[in-house]
């Protein structure tokens, strides 16, 4: 039987992934996947702990969660573009211009 | 009706002022407007006269309300004060217009007009107040426009100097009256003078004699009585009709007031009242004598202000205080047109203030000589002239209390007045001079009649003196046997009439005076001037090197700059912190994280 505990364990999991992808990658691009992937492993958190507890505002605000990464999603590649257009990379690195 | 007579009174001339300021710039020359508004001012001032029947207090606003504490900016018209503003009012008026003559030359006239409104309004707030705070609140307002007017040449560092002087001096007495007034409010829980008066009587003797001492070393400053008398010498670097106004007729006998207003605390305060006797006889024949050698013209007159102040506060402490009040009262007129005659002798002489240097100036001040004469003539106190009565009153109030040598002392000071007095008009005018003058010019006519109401009041302020008694109505028995009475007023007459007559002698030719080592005393006025240099500001410039050099620089400045630099240093290290590497700082975000879990985890532990 499938409970509550898996699916947490599954988010948790999911999550570090989504960490460790915005730990070492370099590109942009990927940071943005990586974030999508957290955001997800927390939204599959909030429904099963919704399903448990019978109680519906869990999955609402995994509603706007879903809302607010497409969003920001639209924004981030909209900057990213540009940057693009700019430098002619999307890493990381190339975002240097404060420096102590 | 009367309401609007009190504002009319009390805020014409802060109109006039700052109008005067907002034309500070302009060329155009405001003199005439200002003295209109404190004509207006002084013509209010006497209505409240005219209407006076009860004493009243009247409300303005609420000014303070903090806590228990409730004050309200009140105006109490009394006949104190009723004398008070209309003495004020009328010598302002007299001086503005003077003013309009002697300071037309200056190119900073409205500066000057608008200082000189704010003054009379500063001094009509302090005898108008029915509180010891609007009356402190006065108190500074003329202490700040004396020295903004003693100082008011300022290009002259020497009269920045004696401004300087004249407001320190000051602030040590103000302390004083500032504790007195704590300590009012302290014991009776309040400052209103209705209430603190009542209030009075069940306080114990040790704190009255305290709010006593307290409010005369207030009233020693604002007064110049020994020891900080220094300033009103010095404070004769201002214009003449400053010195007319504000050292000679009303802000220094603003302490004066301050004893007739607070007789009531006064009087239960019978020690105090002794050193206030005492301390007025010495100040009235210390001053007389500096005044005796003096060769400066301003200075004169101005120790002839300390004396009769010395005299007024022997009235104060003998509990005559409405003979105080007249004394001051007559004194305000007398005094004024003496300096307003210095001022005509200074405009003619081109600024020349060494009475030596004169002489013959008669015939070309005829009008000036006449009034001056009749002022002198009265601050000497020559029968049935103001200052006869008023000063004649406060002997004989001396010798009804008990106070044999005061009387004696007054006498010897009486003499002393007359001597200097008649000095300084012979020397200036019957004195055939030694230089050739240039021939010189009396002041316009305008003037001359302005001075004239005063030389007239000189003749005859002192003929109401038994109305006066009435109306101020602060009771006081004068216990002597006519017979008694009418020797006294014979002994004091010729006595003042015998020197006189020797001053006359004395000084028909230009003698050459004695330089003895007593003259020489006199004319360094006691040396005290010195001694105060040498003693507190020595000192108390050593004090301030050492606190400079050793605490503020080597300590405190060597602290702070460590404690700065260590900042700085800090931030150099931190700031190789930042690389600017997105990906370390996400590190950072994420090991700040885990720390702030695995310390929540330990704490859930423990």
């Known amino acids: 039987m499938i409970g509550l505990e898996h699916y947490l364990i599954l988010s948790v999991i999911i999550f570090c992934i989504g960490l460790l992808g915005l730990l070492r990658r370099k590109n942009l691009l990927m940071l943005f996947f990586s974030t999508e992937i957290m955001l997800n492993a927390i939204n599959l958190a909030f429904v099963s702990v919704s399903s448990y507890l019978g109680d519906i505002t869990g999955q609402t605000v995994a509603f706007f969660v879903i809302a607010i990464a497409a969003s920001e999603v639209a924004i981030g590649i909209a900057l990213i573009l540009l940057w693009f257009k700019k430098t002619r990379t999307i890493d990381l690195d190339s975002l240097k211009y404060i420096k102590g | 009706?009367?309401?609007?007579?009190?504002?009319?009174?009390?805020?014409?001339?802060?109109?006039?002022?700052?109008?005067?300021?907002?034309?500070?710039?302009?060329?155009?020359?405001?003199?005439?407007?200002?003295?209109?508004?404190?004509?207006?001012?002084?013509?209010?001032?006497?209505?409240?006269?005219?209407?006076?029947?009860?004493?009243?207090?009247?409300?303005?606003?609420?000014?303070?309300?903090?806590?228990?504490?409730?004050?309200?900016?009140?105006?109490?018209?009394?006949?104190?004060?009723?004398?008070?503003?209309?003495?004020?009012?009328?010598?302002?008026?007299?001086?503005?217009?003077?003013?309009?003559?002697?300071?037309?030359?200056?190119?900073?006239?409205?500066?000057?007009?608008?200082?000189?409104?704010?003054?009379?309004?500063?001094?009509?707030?302090?005898?108008?107040?029915?509180?010891?705070?609007?009356?402190?609140?006065?108190?500074?307002?003329?202490?700040?426009?004396?020295?903004?007017?003693?100082?008011f040449w300022f290009e002259n560092n020497d009269n920045?100097?004696?401004?300087?002087?004249?407001?320190?001096?000051?602030?040590?007495?103000?302390?004083?009256?500032?504790?007195?007034?704590?300590?009012?409010?302290?014991?009776?829980?309040?400052?209103?003078?209705?209430?603190?008066?009542?209030?009075?009587?069940?306080?114990?003797?040790?704190?009255?004699?305290?709010?006593?001492?307290?409010?005369?070393?207030?009233?020693?400053?604002?007064?110049?009585?020994?020891?900080?008398?220094?300033?009103?010498?010095?404070?004769?670097?201002?214009?003449?009709?400053?010195?007319?106004?504000?050292?000679?007729?009303?802000?220094?006998?603003?302490?004066?007031?301050?004893?007739?207003?607070?007789?009531?605390?006064?009087?239960?305060?019978?020690?105090?009242?002794?050193?206030?006797?005492?301390?007025?006889?010495?100040?009235?024949?210390?001053?007389?004598?500096?005044?005796?050698?003096?060769?400066?013209?301003?200075?004169?007159?101005?120790?002839?202000t300390l004396s009769q102040l010395g005299y007024m506060?022997?009235?104060?402490?003998?509990?005559?205080?409405?003979?105080?009040?007249?004394?001051?009262?007559?004194?305000?007129?007398?005094?004024?047109?003496l300096f307003l005659g210095a001022g005509n002798i200074m405009h003619a002489c081109k600024n020349e203030l060494n009475i030596k240097k004169m002489g013959g100036l008669y015939k070309d001040l005829k009008v000036t000589a006449i009034i001056m004469i009749i002022a002198s003539a009265s601050l000497s106190g020559l029968p049935f002239l103001s200052g006869f009565f008023s000063k004649d009153k406060i002997l004989?109030?001396?010798?009804s209390t008990g106070y044999l040598d005061i009387w004696i002392l007054l006498l010897l000071g009486a003499m002393m007045t007359t001597f200097y007095s008649f000095r300084l008009i012979l020397l200036v005018f019957f004195v055939p001079s030694k230089e050739k003058n240039s021939h010189t010019h009396d002041a316009p006519k305008y003037v001359l009649y302005a001075m004239g109401i005063l030389g007239v009041l000189s003749i005859s302020a002192g003929w109401i003196i038994n109305s006066f008694e009435k109306f101020i109505n602060i009771p006081f028995e004068l216990n002597i046997e006519h017979s008694t009475h009418y020797v006294m007023i014979l002994i004091t007459v010729l006595a003042v009439i015998i020197t006189l007559v020797y001053t006359i002698c004395k000084y028909k030719q230009p003698i050459k005076e004695p330089t003895s080592k007593i003259n020489t005393i006199l004319k360094n006025e006691?040396?005290?001037?010195?001694?105060?240099?040498?003693?507190?500001?020595?000192?108390?410039?050593?004090?301030?090197?050492?606190?400079?050099?050793?605490?503020?620089?080597?300590?405190?400045?060597?602290?702070?700059?460590?404690?700065?630099?260590?900042?700085?240093?800090?931030?150099?290290?931190?700031?190789?912190?930042?690389?600017?590497?997105?990906?370390?700082?996400?590190?950072?975000?994420?090991?700040?994280?885990?720390?702030?879990?695995l310390t929540n985890f330990i704490r859930i532990l423990l």
């Open chain 2, 160 to 304: 920045t100097k004696a401004a300087n002087e004249a407001f320190i001096i000051n602030r040590i007495a103000d302390l004083g009256m500032l504790m007195g007034l704590f300590y009012i409010y302290w014991n009776t829980g309040s400052l209103q003078y209705s209430e603190v008066f009542a209030q009075i009587p069940n306080l114990s003797n040790t704190t009255i004699t305290l709010i006593a001492m307290f409010l005369f070393i207030g009233a020693m400053g604002k007064s110049a009585q020994f020891p900080l008398h220094t300033w009103l010498a010095k404070a004769m670097a201002g214009p003449t009709p400053v010195s007319a106004l504000i050292h000679a007729a009303t802000m220094v006998t603003a302490g004066v007031y301050l004893l007739v207003r607070s007789n009531e605390i006064f009087a239960l305060a019978p020690s105090v009242n002794i050193v206030i006797t005492y301390l007025g006889v010495f100040v009235a024949l210390f001053a007389a004598s500096m005044a005796m050698v003096s060769n400066d013209l301003k200075k004169i007159i101005a120790y002839s």
């Open chain 2, 313 to 337: 506060f022997v009235a104060c402490g003998v509990g005559a205080y409405w003979v105080a009040l007249f004394h001051l009262f007559t004194h305000a007129f007398f005094k004024s047109v």
């Open chain 2, 396 to 399: 004989e109030s001396a010798f």
């Open chain 2, 1 to 151: 009706m009367l309401h609007n007579l009190i504002l009319i009174a009390l805020f014409s001339p802060l109109l006039s002022s700052i109008v005067s300021a907002l034309f500070i710039r302009s060329p155009k020359k405001l003199g005439i407007f200002s003295s209109i508004l404190i004509g207006i001012s002084f013509i209010s001032s006497f209505l409240l006269f005219v209407f006076y029947e009860n004493s009243f207090s009247y409300s303005l606003f609420d000014w303070l309300n903090v806590g228990n504490f409730k004050l309200s900016f009140g105006v109490l018209i009394d006949p104190i004060s009723l004398v008070m503003i209309n003495t004020v009012t009328l010598v302002a008026l007299i001086v503005h217009v003077y003013s309009i003559f002697y300071m037309d030359e200056d190119k900073s006239i409205n500066r000057y007009f608008s200082y000189l409104g704010l003054f009379v309004f500063a001094m009509m707030i302090l005898v108008m107040s029915d509180n010891f705070l609007g009356l402190f609140f006065g108190w500074e307002g003329v202490g700040l426009c004396s020295w903004l007017l003693i100082g």
């Open chain 2, 526 to 597: 006691y040396y005290i001037p010195y001694l105060y240099s040498n003693i507190f500001v020595k000192l108390y410039k050593k004090i301030a090197e050492f606190l400079y050099e050793i605490i503020d620089q080597k300590i405190l400045d060597k602290f702070y700059e460590k404690l700065a630099f260590s900042v700085f240093n800090f931030g150099i290290v931190l700031r190789k912190l930042n690389t600017s590497n997105l990906s370390i700082m996400i590190y950072f975000v994420i090991v700040g994280f885990l720390l702030l879990l």
